[in-house]
């Protein structure tokens, strides 16, 4: 116990057990919604991008609005009635007849997940003090991606035994457990919200926390740098699997490539989770962005020029970019938690989810100009580019805080 400084905080510890069914929820019946799709309505590959669409409109559309929801409420109620919602929802989905009700319902579903994220991390901010938020966002990030490693997979091998409907109402319980579990998260009394008299609307709240944002340049920066990292990672994020195709390698290569993504994230996470406090957090954006970069450009460089690459090397190279991951999505969070002011944590973390979301719903449409304009490997040289400059901003801001 000594050796996580987060689990010696009792309620933390609850709150990251009712982390693990919730983050589960997000990816087990990722595989059963691609196969209803594709073997059993048979859809077209537009309808593929529409479900991206699906799943991330909702966090640049009602994520602001759901960060103020959150701000106003009681963070244990925000984290037990997402959950539940979010179980209703996905039961639903067992009645869709087609796939425009199926897309229609995982928006619904996203909507309602836009909640969850930022009560998270408020819970995060309200049941920890600086000194160990590195190592309760070390764990936390360690959980989100050991859940993207186990769910896909166990939803996959549930659909060997059983159709894709009844892998929805399993999820749909999954939902309802972590709602459970978040019942029994004490300490989360936090500043109560202003009274109805005395605050605005929805709108009003959304560009207070614009206001938080802009009065803290640590804050500019921090959300900004976020931005732009995920930017460069949806750049050549979707061409993976034709890079692991045109270095020679396999599908099942490819699985094992994203396989070492995901542990070496948990990894990454895991060795944040022991350190007690973090100094200087925006070193280790630095150094993270900067092995992140080179990893990528070398990769994207291999495949521009045809480099034999053998699979030891290729699989280290995706563990890397796991474990650079971790290195700046956990000190960002904990600059957040540390800058942000109780009572604003949500809605500011749900106007960075909203930055990410416009990333990721851009970024992959330059990718695929580069792809075709050039080679595979063109998106990872340029989104490496993007990662070296989001190091190059780290290091400096570093240097001076």
Do not use: C
């Amino acid at each position: 116990m000594k050796a996580l400084p987060a689990l010696r905080n009792g309620p933390l510890r609850r709150l990251l057990l009712a982390q693990m069914p919730a983050d589960f929820a997000d990816w087990l019946d990722f595989v059963a919604i691609g196969a209803l799709l594709a073997f059993v309505w048979e859809a077209e590959p537009v309808v593929f991008a529409l479900l991206a669409v699906s799943m991330g409109l909702p966090y640049l559309i009602v994520g602001p609005l759901a960060g103020v929801l959150v701000d106003r409420s009681p963070i244990r109620a925000a984290l037990i009635w997402s959950n539940l919602g979010r179980g209703a929802v996905t039961a639903a989905f067992f009645l869709a007849p087609d796939w425009p009700q199926l897309l229609a319902l995982v928006a619904l579903r996203s909507s309602v997940d836009t909640v969850f994220t930022p009560a998270k991390q408020a819970a995060i901010q309200a049941l920890t003090g600086p000194a160990d938020r590195t190592s309760a966002n070390g764990l936390s990030h360690a959980i989100n991606q050991a859940s993207k490693i186990v769910a896909p997979g166990l939803g996959g091998l549930l659909l060997i035994w059983i159709a894709p409907g009844p892998v929805f109402l399993f999820n749909a319980l999954v939902s309802v457990l972590a709602a459970g579990l978040a019942l029994r998260i004490p300490g989360l009394d936090r500043s109560g919200p202003a009274s109805a008299e005395d605050r605005g609307g929805l709108l009003a709240d959304v560009r207070e926390g614009l206001a938080e944002v802009r009065a803290k340049p640590l804050l500019v920066a921090a959300l900004s740098m976020m931005a732009a990292g995920y930017f460069a990672m949806f750049v050549y994020d979707t061409f993976i699997a034709p890079l692991t195709r045109g270095l020679g390698f396999r599908e099942t290569d490819l699985g094992l490539a994203l396989a070492a993504v995901g542990a070496g994230g948990v990894l990454g996470a895991v060795a944040f989770g022991l350190v007690a406090e973090l100094r200087r957090p925006f070193r280790w954006v630095a150094l993270g962005a900067g092995a992140g970069a080179v990893t990528v450009i070398a990769l994207g460089l291999a495949e521009w020029r045809s480099a034999a690459v053998p699979l030891p090397v290729f699989l280290t190279a995706f563990a890397v970019l796991g474990v650079a991951t971790s290195m700046t999505v956990v000190p960002y969070r904990t600059v957040l938690q540390n800058t942000v002011s109780e009572g604003r944590m949500a809605r500011v973390t749900a106007l960075s989810e909203a930055l990410n979301t416009a990333a990721l719903l851009s970024a992959p449409f330059l990718g695929a100009l580069l792809a075709s304009t050039f080679s595979v490997g063109a998106p990872f040289v340029f989104g490496g580019a993007v990662m070296l400059g989001v190091a190059a901003w780290a290091g400096r801001l570093s240097a001076r805080t």
